[in-house]
């Protein structure tokens, strides 16, 4: 009488060993230069994976496994696949197009059209900054942070993909996000990380970049004065600087970017994404 109920429970036991993994993302649907997040349930190994071709970095989650990538603003498909080592089902997620808004602004005539000086700062700068989050994206993986990330207060002043035309025509693509704030308020971590760039820049002002691990960085722009050093750990809410109008600005606020994998995505979104990492305690292993 007991044989049966024995093969009964040793198959239902294979069943559990054999059950391959479950990707999920979020949002399902998309437009370029959005963030998505994936989450893998259904196995106790660290996945691999890639998205658009792109390598994932999967981190420990309080349920699974999770990684976040970015849908890059000249994306030219109509869907990302979402795929995983070891036979899981792909999922595509659907990217649609998106018209952004635009906007004229008018600032300082050497800000506008600065000469071959500063023209050449700028280019040191930019590949400064482009190389402090490639220091975050080479992270192995693992977070830094142990929450999920924690919106700067302020009211939106300027989106992501906004299109800025300035005095003399020239336009050029806002990669932030914009919030509200008053000179010398505080400006803080928006989660755990290392802070890998400080530096005066022509356009961006003082600027401070965190990397958080998982190929996730923060990047704050128009400081009026940075308060960490490149090396520093800093834990969420901890200051790093203070909000200001230095670079190219019509007047104070924070300029806000999140760069993920190989590209900036909406802060707005980001923020939105339901990013638990578990705690040491309790990740997978």
């Not at 336009?171 to 008053?182: N, S």
């Not at 530096?199 to 128009?222: D, K, P, W």
């Amino acid at each position: 009488m007991k044989k049966p109920l024995v093969v009964a429970l040793l198959l239902g036991m294979s069943g559990i060993a054999f059950a391959e993994p479950v990707i999920t993302v979020s949002p399902s649907a998309i437009h370029p230069g959005d963030p998505v997040l994936v989450t893998v349930t259904g196995t106790t190994e660290m996945p691999q994976g890639k998205a658009g071709g792109q390598p994932l970095a999967f981190f420990a989650a309080r349920t699974g496994y999770q990684a976040v990538f970015a849908a890059p603003l000249a994306i030219n498909e109509d869907h990302i696949l979402v795929e995983l080592s070891g036979g899981a089902k792909p999922v595509s997620v659907a990217v649609t197009a998106k018209t952004f808004p635009e906007t004229k602004l008018v600032v300082e005539e050497e800000l506008a059209n600065p000469d071959k000086a500063d023209r050449e700062k700028i280019d040191a700068d930019n590949k400064a900054i482009t190389e402090a989050y490639g220091r975050g994206k080479r992270e192995d993986g693992a977070p830094h942070f142990l929450h999920a990330f924690k919106r700067p207060s302020g009211s939106v002043t300027s989106v992501f993909g906004e299109w800025r035309t300035f005095n003399d025509g020239h336009r050029a693509q806002h990669l932030g996000l914009d919030l509200g704030a008053h000179e010398g308020a505080k400006v803080a971590a928006i989660d755990d990380g290392t802070v890998v760039l400080v530096r005066e820049t022509f356009l961006a002002g003082n600027v401070v970049v965190v990397a958080h691990g998982a190929g996730i960085c923060s990047l704050y722009f128009h400081l009026s004065k940075a308060q960490v050093a490149e090396g520093d750990p800093v834990k969420q809410g901890a200051a790093i600087g203070l909000a200001g109008h230095t670079g190219r600005t019509t007047g104070p606020h924070l300029h806000i970017s999140l760069h993920v994998g190989d590209a900036m995505v909406d802060p707005a979104a980001f923020f939105k994404l339901a990013i638990a990492p578990a705690k040491p305690s309790t990740a997978a292993k």
